[in-house]
Structures are given as C-alpha cells and as structure tokens.
C-alpha cells in the first residue's frame, strides 16, 4: 500500500485557534482524522500577537495529538486589506499583464509596498475587461503568526486568508453553480460576505461580529467581557419580534434583543454589499444563503436572515467532499462542521489545484524553502566546483607568466577608463541638479488642485439647507468671538491684495478659515426632507469605502472606540433625515471633521458663534473656525 500524505490546516482566527489533520490519499479525496480548537486566554494585539497564538496553538496540539508537522495557515480576513478591481481589455503576454497588475496594486494599496506582503488573482471579470483581486497583509502580522506556528514546532508551507480559502470550499461544494449564492461566514471580531455567480467571485470583510454582541451585552449589563462571553453562550439566540414569544428568563429576552440588534446592522451590511456587487459588479441576484462561522450558530440565526432577505437560508456543510477517519467522532463533528469551511479549503489547497489561490509567504520563508529543496543539488554542485578548482589551479600556476604581461598592458586601460569615470561623474552632477529643478516645478503642479479640492470638501459636506456666506483666512486660531452684529467683508482667501510695494517672491500658508454661513432648519414632512442630495450620499460611500479599507488597522490600533465611531458615522448619514432638533451648524461640522483634509481635533475645527434670529427661529447664522491638516501653499 502506498504511503499516504497528511497535513495540518491551521485556521488562525481572531478568537482561537482551530487544527485540523487531513490525509490525502492517492486515489484523490480528502480524509478528516483529528479536529482541535483552543480559545486565546488574552486578546490579540501587535504587542502579544506572537505569545497568544502560540500558548493557543501548542494547546491545540497537545490535545489533538496530531501526527504530522507539516502545516498550512489561514489567516484572518480582518487582518488583510482585499480589492477586486477591473483591468482595461489586455492581449499582451503574461509579462505584460503582470505589469499592469503590479501597477494597478500600487494605485490601490493605502499602504508603503515596502512593508507588506502582497499577492492577486486574475477572476473572471465583465466584457470591457478581466477582474483581479488584491490581498495585501503587513509584513510584521504574517511574521508574526509564522513565528508563533514555528515555536510549535511546525513547518509552513502555505499561507492563505479567510476569504480565499472559504471559496475553494464553497466551488469544492458546487455552490454558485446554478445561480447566485452568498456564503456568509460570522466569526469572531469580523463577518466574510461571499458572492459565487458561476465563475464570478466577490467577497467584502464586514466587521461585525460576535465580539460585537458580547460588547453590547458586557455595556447593557456592566459587566466584563468574559462574564458577557459566558452569558451570550449560554442564553444568546436571535429575537424575531412579531408574533413569537418572548423567553421567560429577563436576562435570555435581553440578550436576544441585543443579538438581534446587531444582526439587524449586519443585514444592512448584507444589503448594501447585494446592491455594490449588482451595480458595481454587474452581478446577478442573489437566490439563497449559506451560514458558517462560529457566530453563526445562535439559535433562530437563519429565520432570522431567511425572514429579512426573503430568501432561503441554510448552514454550509463542507464535508460533502470530506470523508471522517475512523477514530473520528461524528457527533462532537456535527457540533462544529460550522466553523470548518476554512479548514477544508486550506486541505483543497494543500491537495488540488483551486480557483483561487493566494500566497501570502514572506520572502524571507520563500527563500529558506527554496534553499531546503536546493540543497542536494548545491551539495553536488560544490563537489563539481572543487574537482573544477583544482584543475584551474593547475592551469593557471602554468600561466601565471603570461597574466604578467597581460597585467602591463590592463594598467594603460584603467587609467583610460578612470578618466570616462571623471567624465561620468560630472555628467550625474549635472544630471542631479536637473532633477531638483524637474521636482520643484512637480511641486508647483501637484498643488494646482488645492484650491479646488478645498471648496468641493466644503460643498460635499454641506447640508442642502445650509448655504455660506463668506470665507476668509485666519492667521491664527480664534479662542473666542463676540457676540456683536456680524461685520461684512470684502477679504477673499483666493485674490492677492494689490499693493503698492514691489512684489517679492515669496510664499503665503493657508491653514487656518473663518466659515460664515446660514442656516435653516425646516421641519421634517412627508415624504421625509432629506440632510443631504442623493448625489452627496453618494460621494459618502466613496469616504465610507476608505474608512472600511482601513478597518484592520483602525481596530487593532485604537480598539473599540474607533469601531465605534466608524458605526456612528454610519448611522449619521444612511438615516438622512431632517429632525425637528437637529441644529444644521454642529451637523456641517460634525461632517467637515470626518473628511481627512480637516482637523478633527474640536480645538481645532469648531464652531465660534451660533445666532438664532429673533424674528424667525429655525434661522441660524455660524461662524465656524477650519483648520486644514495640510495647508494650502502658494507663491508669489
């Protein structure tokens, strides 16, 4: 009988660790024979990060008593930064449209290519042109998890992220072949949308999950987060409201409500991303729902999407295509084949050739394993090199006479091309200063949208019944303004004053603005007003968009309270709505200091003086005091 290869496929989550041992015979298949998940005892962060996964993963281990250490890593989506983006139509050769791509990746990375690891996929994309999809992860996360999966005594060979691998499994499962499906898989810290149309693939990182409900019940009931933890398992299912009947136990109908709240943020998620893939992606409607994830698992789940969607909804079941091991047991799987997709397409990866397959290994692991699969190969090369050695050795000992004639005549050579040298030299001199005059006028020509781009901030986050009547420079921040009658002026930030003086060459700073503007506040009617145009929600999303790119980083550098935010400022602007006790002055600025060209900081950008007329009290004037976080430069 033929010896069978085996694998560990690491699943490295936000919340745990699961192992899982795979066999792959030779006759194709995959055999599951050892399943093991171990719960961080801390939370992750860049400090602890190594520490954490690996206590997690040497539990797992000791408890799985796996037999192999040869080991492919998922690591997860939240972590990694993901981008579908459409080429323009290319026939050229690979090379070519490998050089587009790499282009592509540096237009759409918000991040230094120095510092993280990048990969991409060509996808199946629309008839103007093919799809790709960047994953981009920093270098110090994926090190970081490779360290730890090292000190456990493992060797990797592949690293792969949630979103990949969870279609490979999907496609291995035949969904999406008749139609559009989503996969949608709840984990711990964040939730993966897929979308599988035929050959089609779309996926978006939502980060809602079911940390967010043990937060919000750890708030309702202050208490910690374990002590949350313990009740959202031991009392945590969906409320579906109506006509059902709410549990006996106060605590249990308080913490359905709290999962149904966030879950109802989580379809509006689902919602939104249906509608990006159908308009964006040209996509088709999706017809049914598959659950998975660990989160995924609170009773009344699926009604509860299968009611808000109205579509069917069932859980993923990827051990279709997975046979058990005999030592395996069935009813502890049943109890966690929820969390498993993952698992199954890391073994698809480490067995098949997959749809979509991403690799997210250092360079510095690349390098080390080529040099392992080498070394036989150097090994005799270097005996090759010495025989070779030795018989130069002999030649050259003969003809070390000749080489001191030939040696005269190299002299005169040297000296020729140390001259070409000198001519060189002073050819880059003058080649340098060029350049420097080249980025000086690069500079001026880079800041010709300034101004433009100042005013089109302004009017994109000015509620539609909000118009301004003045903008002047501030030299300096305003501490306080009186409250005397307005003084019109004629200054304009954007002409020179004409002087009498001779005019210097010189340069003046725009930082610091004086808003003055009005204000009134109409009572919403129905149909309801709107805060913004439809044109403004729009350009929203563009911002939205940016906020969600940088959802990792926000989360693991400033925790909850930048998760926080990033939802209120959801809130703030998909509500839309015109209230009887909105005061449109602190909404234009709570706006103005969300776009990145402001300062946020309320010292800084914040509202000088608010007047409310006499004669008509919805009528408000404003003065609000602006500070750009890059100032306008010009010369002059």
């Known amino acids: 009988m033929a010896k069978l290869d085996r694998s560990l496929a690491i699943d490295i989550g936000s919340t745990a660790v699961r192992v899982s041992e795979f066999e792959f015979p030779a006759n194709g298949g995959l055999i599951l024979h050892g399943f093991q998940q171990a719960d961080y005892v801390d939370q992750v962060s860049e400090a602890n990060r190594t520490d954490v996964i690996t206590k997690a993963l040497a539990e797992a281990l000791e408890e799985g008593n796996f037999s192999t250490r040869k080991a492919s890593v998922c690591v997860s989506g939240q972590a990694a930064f993901l981008r579908f983006v459409n080429l323009p139509p290319v026939s050229e050769e690979e090379s070519r449209i490998k050089q587009i791509v790499e282009y592509e990746a540096k237009q759409n990375v918000p991040f230094p290519m120095d510092g993280v690891i990048w ?57 999406g072949n008749n139609g559009c499906d989503m996969v949608l898989n709840i984990g711990g810290r964040c939730t993966t949308l897929l979308f599988l149309d035929g050959q089609r693939f779309f996926a978006r990182t939502i980060p809602i999950g079911g940390f967010s409900i ?24 969906v409320a579906l409201g109506g006509a059902y009947e709410e549990p006996e136990s106060e605590v249990a109908a308080t913490i359905s409500k709290i999962v149904r ?41 699926d009604t509860f999407f ?49 749809p979509v397959e991403i690799s997210l290994i250092p360079e510095t692991l690349r390098k080390s394993q080529s040099f392992a699969t080498q070394k036989p190969f150097l090994i005799g090369s270097l005996c090759i090199w010495l025989s070779i050695f030795a018989i130069v050795f002999a030649v050259k000992t003969k003809t070390a006479t000749l080489f001191k004639d030939t040696s005269q005549k190299k002299r ?58 003045e903008i002047t420079k501030l030299k300096s921040p305003k501490t306080a303004l009186s409250k005397s009658k307005r003084k019109s002026s004629t200054s304009n930030p954007f002409v020179r ?37 439809d044109e403004q929600v729009e350009k929203f999303e563009g911002i939205l968009s940016s906020l969600e790119i940088q959802n990792a980083e926000i989360v ?19 509500e839309n709505e015109m209230k009887s006790d909105m005061i449109l002055p602190e909404v234009f600025l709570e706006s103005l200091q969300w776009n990145e060209m402001f300062s946020e900081n309320p010292d800084e950008t914040r509202i000088l003086e608010t007047n409310f007329s006499e004669k008509t009290r919805n009528l408000t004037t404003f003065k609000i005091q602006l500070r750009l976080v890059n100032p306008i430069i010009t010369k002059r």
């Not at 009498?500 to 009617?525: C, H, L, M, Q």
């Open 119 to 175: 990969d991409y996929q060509l996808l199946a994309g629309a008839e103007e042109g093919p799809e790709v999809m960047f994953v981009v992860i920093k270098n110090d996360i994926v090190e970081s998890i490779i360290d730890a999966v090292g000190n456990a005594g493992l060797s990797i060979h592949i690293v792969d992220f949630a979103p990949s691998v969870l279609y490979n499994a999907a496609r291995a499962n035949r969904i």
């Open 214 to 237: 043990t937060q919000q019940i750890a708030k309702e009931f202050n208490i910690s987060t374990e002590e949350a933890d313990t009740l959202k398992k031991r009392h945590g299912f």
């Open 261 to 301: 709240n966030v879950m109802t943020r989580l379809h509006g998620e689902i919602n939104r991303s249906i509608s990006v893939y159908r308009t964006q992606q040209k996509g088709n409607k999706p017809s049914c729902l598959y659950l998975s994830g660990g989160s995924s698992a609170m009773a009344c789940t």
């Open 306 to 354: 299968s009611e808000k969607l109205r579509m069917e909804v069932s859980y993923f079941n990827p051990f279709k295509i997975v046979k058990t091991g005999e030592s395996m047991d069935v009813k502890q799987l049943e109890k966690v084949v929820h969390m498993m997709p993952e698992s199954v397409g890391l073994a698809l990866r480490s067995s098949l050739k997959c």
């Open 412 to 469: 005169a050579n040297v000296e020729r091309l140390n001259n070409i040298k000198i001519q060189i030299n002073a050819a880059e001199d003058k080649q340098k200063k060029v350049f420097a005059q080249f980025n000086s006028i690069k500079d001026l020509l880079d800041r010709r949208y300034d101004w433009s781009n100042f005013l089109n901030a302004l009017q994109l986050h000015k509620p539609q019944d909000v118009w301004l009547e």
């Open 497 to 533: 004053k004409k002087s009498g003086k001779s005019t210097a060459v010189g340069r003046d700073e725009y930082a610091w603005f004086n808003i003055v503007g009005s204000a009134i506040a109409i009572p919403s009617t129905e149909p309801s007003r709107k805060l913004y145009t």
């Open 556 to 574: 693991l550098d400033a925790g909850d309270k930048a998760q926080k935010e990033l939802e209120n400022y959801q809130g703030f602007w998909e």
